[in-house]
């Protein structure tokens, strides 16, 4: 049993040093939606509540209270900031934050999908 318990606690260390914030339980009854998985660059993308004032200063303010940097702003409610598991955790619970999505790597694809158009 303990070597059980020395391995689990040894893989949840290893997935918090790794970034994957879904480990570390919000304190609060309702928290912020989480989505995505930890797959690529480092950061992620925190979506504010669209009555929640002038996203700009809300960032600065969310990221004085929970002592982060914000890497990135944008005007109509998202900031970017490259968080521990533990800060994800504790902005889920701020009641300003709409999601917190994971930064995530994107492929496009110039071919379009194999598929006939049927017309009437």
């Known amino acids: 049993m303990r070597v059980k318990l020395v391995l689990a606690s040894a893989l949840?260390?290893?997935?918090v040093c790794a970034g994957d914030a879904s480990i570390v339980a919000p304190?609060?009854?309702s928290p912020a939606r989480l989505n995505g998985k930890f797959e690529g660059p480092p950061g992620y993308f925190i979506i504010?509540?669209?009555n929640a004032g002038d996203a700009t200063a809300l960032a600065d303010a969310?990221?004085?209270?929970?002592?982060?940097?914000?890497?990135?702003q944008y005007?109509?409610?998202?900031?970017?900031?490259?968080?521990?598991?533990?800060?994800?955790?504790e902005l889920?619970?701020?009641p300003q934050v709409d999601t917190i999505e994971?930064?995530?790597i994107v492929h496009l694809s110039?071919?379009?999908?194999?598929?006939?158009?049927?017309r009437p």
């Open 12 to 15: 949840v260390s290893t997935a």
């Open 27 to 29: 304190a609060c009854a």
């Open 48 to 50: 504010l509540k669209h």
């Open 62 to 72: 969310l990221a004085k209270k929970y002592n982060f940097k914000v890497t990135n």
């Open 75 to 89: 005007s109509w409610g998202l900031f970017v900031a490259q968080l521990t598991a533990r800060k994800v955790a």
């Open 92 to 94: 889920r619970c701020a």
């Open 102 to 104: 994971f930064n995530g």
């Open 110 to 118: 110039a071919r379009a999908p194999n598929q006939r158009l049927e």
